[in-house]
């Protein structure tokens, strides 16, 4: 639910209160901005001490945030992408027939009578993006599961807000679409991170040493992906 922090200065700071069976209070800032995770049973006031003790360090990292943001997708031609890790443009031609959408050098090329209307060109952007997408991540999955000695039962695209990927007791693993816009080091870091989950279906020890058996330079890409979410987002 929506709340106000309202601080000593006379400043408020809007927040999402997510109430839960939990003992400690929890502080998360995400595209949308902060999200507090709460005990159920907590006192607004208790609530509100602990908030104006971390103010300092909220409104920092407030301010990184906005610091940060990248400019909202534009469907219009010319606008720069993402593809693999390299950069190419989105080049719209009007054509009185085709509806084709392909990837010509550095161009994505898009032939439409629709041309002028964004939301159609999204949508077939989007589309030729996880068209990519599939059978590049069931490749990397495939040549993973069968260097560990493992199977996977499914591979399936996810299209998560806050999730590059995940990965359940049943072996499905679900990757999000929007990674195909990442380096390929960087996929292969991701698809080898929920591949561990089949060995430690945790963050243990255990699951960082056979995370680091399957990527050697794991803490390094990790950040690398931290740096490049906001990015990867800008395709809704």
Request: some cysteine; overall charge positive.
């Amino acid at each position: 639910m929506a709340q106000q922090l309202q601080l000593p200065d006379g400043q408020t700071i809007a927040y999402l209160l997510d109430l839960r069976v939990r003992k400690t209070i929890g502080l998360k800032i995400t595209a949308q901005g902060l999200v507090v995770h709460a005990p159920k049973r907590i006192s607004s006031k208790q609530l509100q001490q602990v908030l104006l003790q971390k103010a300092g360090w909220i409104q920092q990292k407030l301010a990184l945030r906005a610091a940060n943001q990248v400019a909202p997708m534009q469907w219009v031609d010319g606008e720069p992408l993402l593809f693999m890790g390299q950069d190419i443009t989105l080049s719209l031609i009007r054509h009185p027939t085709s509806k084709a959408v392909a990837l010509e050098g550095s161009q994505l090329v898009v032939r439409s009578p629709h041309i002028g209307n964004q939301a159609w060109v999204a949508r077939k952007v989007l589309h030729w993006y996880t068209q990519q997408a599939l059978p590049d991540f069931s490749r990397r999955v495939q040549l993973v599961a069968a260097q560990m000695g493992e199977k996977v039962t499914s591979v399936a695209l996810s299209n998560a807000r806050s999730r590059w990927g995940s990965c359940n007791s049943r072996k499905q693993i679900r990757l999000n679409w929007r990674l195909i816009q990442a380096p390929p080091h960087i996929i292969q870091y991701v698809v080898c991170h929920e591949m561990a989950h089949l060995r430690e279906m945790n963050h243990s020890g255990r699951f960082y040493a056979v995370l680091e058996s399957l990527f050697a330079k794991h803490l390094s890409a990790e950040k690398e992906m931290k740096a490049l979410s906001s990015i990867l987002h800008r395709m809704a």
